[in-house]
């Protein structure tokens, strides 16, 4: 099975700030990598897909970068409704599914 | 717009079986699979399977093989996840998840707490 590690695992941000977080894969997915957010009490929400498509309707703050076993989701300016738990995914329909552990993003 | 509906929330004793639905509507159900994923309390999201609503294949999680069947039925766009010799780890949200071609999920059902206790 593929293993997907995050980092960090938390982070602490103010409005405004930039925030990125790294998700690296066991194996190499090219871009089979989604990433969501959830917040609590919530289903989660897909936010980028195919490593870096931004899904309908999210805000263009978020971005995704990097294939092969080292990506990243970048939020440019931190807003209040972003803190949250994001969770990377590898999303080759082939190898089934796992998901990263978690980045918490709380307020500074 | 695109919806799925979960069932209620179970509460199961250990060894029993539990039967989850998903209901969807705002799309063409046989176009789509439909994934599950759990989360244990204050834990990440675990992937148990998802299953192609177009031919019935579905694809497991190693560490459930043999516990869950999903299933869907077409003439209602539902689709249904049980999973059987329930342990108090099992203890979840449920959620469904539609699955494009691509192994992402872009809308998801409300969640179902499945509740193991004795």
């Known amino acids: 099975d593929i293993q997907m590690t995050q980092s960090p695992s938390s982070v602490s941000a103010s409005v405004g700030d930039r925030v990125t977080i790294t998700c690296r894969a066991s194996?190499?997915?090219?871009?089979?990598l989604a990433w969501y957010q959830q917040k609590p009490g919530k289903a989660p929400k897909l936010l980028i897909y195919a490593a870096s498509s931004l899904q309908s309707g999210v805000p263009s703050r978020f971005s995704g970068s990097g294939s092969g076993t080292d990506f990243t989701l970048t939020i440019s300016s931190l807003q209040p409704e972003d803190f949250a738990t994001y969770y990377c995914?590898?999303?080759?329909?082939?190898?089934?599914?796992?998901f990263g552990p978690g980045t918490k993003v709380d307020i500074k | 717009q695109v919806q799925l509906v979960q069932s209620g929330a179970e509460v199961k004793k250990p060894g029993a079986s539990v039967k989850v639905s998903c209901k969807a509507s705002g799309y063409t159900f046989t176009s789509y699979g439909i994934s599950w994923v759990r989360q244990a309390p204050g834990q990440g999201l675990e992937w148990m399977g998802w299953?192609?609503?177009?031919?019935?294949?579905?694809n497991y999680a190693q560490k459930l093989q043999g516990r869950v069947t999903m299933t869907t039925d077409t003439s209602t766009s539902t689709a249904y996840m049980e999973l059987r010799s329930l342990r108090s780890d099992d203890t979840a949200v449920y959620y469904c998840a539609r699955k494009p071609v691509a192994g992402y999920f872009d809308y998801w059902g409300q969640g179902t707490l499945v509740t193991v206790s004795s």
């Open positions: 299953i192609s609503a177009y031919n019935g294949n579905t």
């Open positions: 995914q590898q999303a080759n329909s082939f190898l089934g599914s796992t």
């Open positions: 194996q190499g997915i090219s871009s089979w």
